[in-house]
């Protein structure tokens, strides 16, 4: 079968206590675990910024988390300084079984930030994950993990334009909902063809 799952960015900022805690951000732990006997391929993607990234809030004078500000390559919203390189919080959560196939890091960039497993924020650097999907004939995705309304929104909508079937376990997802973007994404993976499917994972 050339399905695989990837779970993105289950890592302990994301969770609850966390520098950047997604809501209820480690309750995909146990779905996840058990999703990861349906596949033979398991891909985990890990947010990996170096100290001082272009994304963190204080890395610019004057700005708040949360705030957005424009980058060369478009609006940035601003984060607490999380996911940095070998730090605790950018460590996968310690119950996440992690014996996939591929890990992928991203964001390591110190001047682009990277949502999507497939591009950086710019929309034009490649991480090589399609390359890697490709050669293996994997041409169907499922998709969990954190956040639902960025990392694996941005994620999924890219594997759609690639022509990848893509769907996305709701049940195994959590979000950030920052103004109204969980339902702005769902509404764009709706439109993009995403599969997502709210039952039990
Ligand atoms: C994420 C914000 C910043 C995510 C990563 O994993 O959804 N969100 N970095
Ligand atoms: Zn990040």
């Not at 996440?96 to 949502?115: A, E, H, P, Q, W």
């Not at 941005?154 to 979000?175: I, M, N, P, S, W």
């Not at 909902?177 to 499917?197: F, K, W």
Request: one cysteine or more; glycine letters at 10%; a negative charge.
């Amino acid at each position: 079968m050339s399905q695989a799952l990837i779970v993105i960015d289950v890592q302990n900022d994301f969770c609850p206590g966390g520098a950047l805690a997604v809501p209820g951000g480690d309750a995909v732990v146990a779905p996840i675990n058990a999703m990861m006997a349906d596949f033979e391929t398991v891909i985990l993607t890990q947010d990996w910024h170096p100290a001082g990234h272009s994304s963190f809030a204080s890395s610019h004078a004057g700005r708040v988390p949360f705030d957005l500000v424009e980058m060369d390559y478009g609006t940035q919203v601003l984060w607490p300084d999380h996911c940095v390189q070998g730090s605790r919080g950018a460590s996968f959560h310690a119950d996440l079984d992690t014996g996939g196939d591929l890990i992928l890091r991203k964001g390591f960039r110190r001047n682009v930030d990277s949502y999507s497993g497939f591009f950086e924020n710019d929309q034009q650097t490649p991480t090589g994950l399609e390359g890697y999907l490709r050669t293996r004939g994997i041409k169907e995705l499922t998709l969990v993990g954190l956040a639902t309304d960025f990392c694996v929104a941005f994620t999924a909508l890219d594997a759609a334009k690639l022509g990848f079937h893509v769907t996305v376990e709701l049940a195994a997802c959590r979000a950030i909902d920052l103004d109204g973007s969980l339902n702005r994404a769902l509404a764009e993976m709706h439109a993009a063809g995403v599969q997502l499917p709210t039952g039990p994972a």
